[in-house]
Structure formats: C-alpha cells, structure tokens
C-alpha cells in the first residue's frame, strides 16, 4: 500500500516562513504530479501550488512569489516553501500525489492524500 506522511506545520507570526513535507512510501513505481492543497475552516479545498514529473510549476494566485513547491523524486517527497505568511494563510495542507503503485487489485494510477498538516499564522 501506498501511505503520503506530511510533516512541518505549526504556528507562526505573520511574516514568517515554514517549510512543509510530503514523502510517499510503498510499493512505488512512479510519481506524476505533485501538489499541495489547503482547507480554511468553512472553505472549500483548494489547490495551493502543483509539480509535474517534469518540473513544470503552478500556483494559486494568492502565493505567488511567496510559496515555492519543489520535489526530491529519489526521496518521492515534495516540499512547500512558505514565506511571507500571511493570517489568511491559516488552513490544514494537505498533499496530493498520482502515484502508479501496488493496490490489493494490482498495479495502477491513483490519487493518494496525505493526513494534513495545521498552519496557523498569527497576526
């Protein structure tokens, strides 16, 4: 099976930075698109910013030039650099990868969510 384990949120003043982490373990053999996502408390989720396999790039508009996702395909992580933080920046991450991978009914793509992570940045 396939298990996403993130790590690397918390509390933190307006202005400050994190760094946010992903890495995907089990039975892999290959990783397509990487990406984070967040939840503030009654929003939808929505899409932060996304990596291809290739390393192509998008972002929401609300952190451009402020957040950065990046990924390490030996380690199968992806990394969200957050800086400048705002109060609005304040949700649960979480990430999202397509992973092709052993499942009780085989070998194929799927989607795979990780626990989610709290950021919360005081003002």
């Known amino acids: 099976q396939v298990q996403l384990v993130e790590s690397g949120g918390g509390l933190v003043q307006a202005g400050e930075s994190l760094r946010l982490s992903c890495a995907a373990s089990g039975r892999i053999y290959g990783i397509d698109t990487m990406g984070w996502y967040r939840q503030a408390p009654g929003k939808q989720r929505e899409l932060v910013a996304a990596i291809k396999s290739g390393g192509s790039t998008n972002y929401a508009d609300s952190v451009k030039g402020r957040f950065t996702i990046s990924r390490d395909n030996a380690k199968n992580t992806v990394y969200l650099q957050m800086n400048s933080l705002k109060p609005e920046d304040t949700a649960v991450y979480y990430c999202?990868?397509?992973?092709?991978?052993?499942?009780?009914?085989?070998?194929?793509?799927?989607?795979?969510w990780g626990q989610g992570t709290q950021v919360t940045v005081s003002s």
């Open positions: 999202n990868t397509k992973i092709y991978g052993g499942t009780p009914g085989g070998l194929r793509w799927d989607y795979y």
